[in-house]
Every structure is written in C-alpha cells, then in structure tokens.
C-alpha cells in the first residue's frame, strides 16, 4: 500500500515569512495529492490540491509543487500570517483507489 | 458547496452503552463516505470506507463488531460504537467523497465527534 512521511513535524517561522512543508509518498502510481489544514479541534479543510498531470498549483498565497519522478511534494505558504497557525496534512491516493493515506502531519506555528 | 455535518458533535456516556454518529453530506450526493479515527497531536486514522448499499469496508484492525456502519443513502452514513469502553474514547470524524472521477473528486470533512466513555 502506500506510504505517506512528512516532515518537519513541528514548524515555527516568523510572520510575513514563507513556511515549507515536504512529503514524499511511495508508490509511484498516487496521482491525487491534497493538503488540508486542521485547527484545534475542528474538521481537516482542503486547501489545495494537485493531480499527477501538473507540476504545480497556486492559489494566493500558498502553492504546491509535485515531483512525480523523485515522488514527493511540497507546500509553500508565502507572507505567512498568525491564522496560518495549524496543523497541516498532506496525502495522497492511488489511481483507481478511494481512499487517502495521510501524512503525520506538521504543526506551524506563526510567530508574530 | 461541498458541506458535510456531522452529529452529534460531542457526547459522554457511561461504559457498556452504545453510541450513534451520523454523517451527512448537505449538498451533494456521496457515493462514498470514509470514517475516521484521530487521537490528540495524531494523524488521521482510517477506520472504514462506506459505498451506500453495500457493506462497509474496514481497515486491518478494525472490529467490525465494534463499530458498525451503515451507508443508508447517498447523503447519510452512521457510525455505531457498540458497547463502548473508555479505550474508544477519541475524535471520529467522517468525510465524503464528491465525484468519482476527474477534477470534481474530492473529499471533503465533517466537524468531528468527540466521544468521552466513562
């Protein structure tokens, strides 16, 4: 099946700074990766996602990058602000599969 | 668009009883709907995936005697934790999947259940 790491777990940057958060996945057949964040104690939201078929996607300030060959991706928040502050989860799914394997997760921090 | 509720959002009940959570997608049809298992500072935990009108897929390890799901309708999934033991105690959260192919398939979360055995 497929495995998901992510790292780092724990990310603090100063605000207006950029944050970067990198996962990488094994199975080279995943072909559906999506971000969410998640607050203390509230549901995972999607914040964007990108297919096998693009190498990057923006939306404002953040953005994800996919490099199927080396199979990992990345999310990029730029001019962070303090309600950036989350955990964020990457993951990924295999083609033809419905389900999502999640990553570990990574706490960003904002330092005002 | 895309909203899915859960309910109840949060409930305490004394060990041995049983426990009901519904997942509803509001405002689209979910052929699929997964549930979850999130413990504090953790990942997510896949429990089950849910096809409406057949039988619920479970994850190794998972008892399916222990937590029964039912996919009654396309918008509408609940989660059953029978006989509950302070060791089931934990945030379930459901989501469902929109679309079933190309750009529209997503999924897309419920507020979470917090569920307190004592």
């Known amino acids: 099946g497929e495995n998901v790491e992510q790292h780092p777990s724990t990310l603090s940057v100063q605000e207006g700074d950029s944050a970067v958060i990198k996962c990488t996945y094994s199975?080279?057949?995943?072909?559906?990766f999506p971000w969410y964040k998640q607050e203390l104690g509230k549901r995972p939201q999607l914040i964007i996602d990108?297919?096998?078929?693009?190498g990057e996607k923006k939306d404002q300030r953040i953005a994800v990058t996919l490099n199927k060959t080396a199979k990992h991706f990345s999310l990029h928040i730029t001019e962070t602000q303090p309600e950036d502050s989350a955990v964020y989860f990457c993951?990924?799914?295999?083609?033809?599969?419905?389900?999502?394997?999640f990553g570990t997760g990574t706490r960003l921090t904002i330092i005002p | 668009g895309a909203v899915v509720s859960q309910h109840p959002s949060w409930v305490i009940c004394k060990s041995g009883t049983s426990v009901k959570i519904e997942c509803r997608s509001l405002?689209?049809?979910?052929?699929?709907m997964f549930w979850y298992r999130q413990f504090p500072k953790q990942s997510l935990m896949l429990m089950a995936t849910?096809?409406?009108?057949?039988?619920?897929?479970?994850e190794q390890g998972v008892e399916k005697d222990k937590f029964l799901i039912n996919h009654a309708s396309l918008t509408l999934s609940t989660l059953t934790v029978t006989s509950a033991h302070p060791e089931d105690s934990s945030f379930y959260i459901c989501?469902?999947?929109?679309?079933?192919?190309?750009?529209?398939?997503?999924?897309?979360f419920g507020p979470g259940t917090r569920l307190t055995v004592l």
């Open positions: 990108i297919r096998s078929n693009v």
């Open positions: 989501s469902a999947r929109r679309g079933s192919s190309g750009s529209t398939d997503t999924q897309y």
């Open positions: 199975d080279s057949a995943s072909n559906y």
């Open positions: 849910s096809n409406e009108g057949s039988k619920a897929t479970y």
């Open positions: 993951a990924a799914r295999l083609f033809g599969n419905e389900k999502l394997t």
């Open positions: 405002d689209f049809q979910a052929t699929t």
